[in-house]
Nanobody, 123 residues
């Protein structure tokens, strides 16, 4: 059974850092692009970052602005999202997802999703 599990969320003050992990039980994990999305209360899902199976990293410039980084450990079937200089507007549920399409910025590209991790940034 395919499963993606996010961890590392929590409450942090503005300016602080968090590292989210996405651990996947996914055959041929290395052939999937892993993306991170977030959903703030009352808003749609928003693309944050992706690490493609070819080793390409891409970020939402509007969201990240140089503050986040994404990394991947295929040996451990895990992708990480390092978030620095967090702001109150980063408060959201963060989801990781796995897919094999090329539209990395769109939810429709992804076939499997985790349950989400809450990130709350206080002023």
């Amino acid at each position: 059974q395919v499963q993606l599990v996010e961890s590392g969320g929590g409450l942090v003050q503005a300016g602080g850092s968090l590292r989210l992990s996405c651990a996947a039980s996914l055959p041929s994990f290395e052939t999937y692009t892993i993306g991170w999305f977030r959903q703030a209360q009352g808003k749609d899902h928003e693309f944050v970052a992706a690490f493609t199976w070819t080793g390409f990293r891409t970020f939402s410039s509007d969201v990240v602005k140089g503050r986040f980084n994404i990394s991947r450990d295929n040996a451990k079937n895990t992708v990480f999202l390092q978030m620095n200089d967090l702001k109150t507007e980063d408060t959201a549920v963060y989801y990781c997802a796995a897919g094999r399409g090329r539209s990395w910025y769109h939810r429709q590209n992804y076939d499997y999703w985790g349950q989400g991790a809450q990130v709350t940034v206080s002023a």
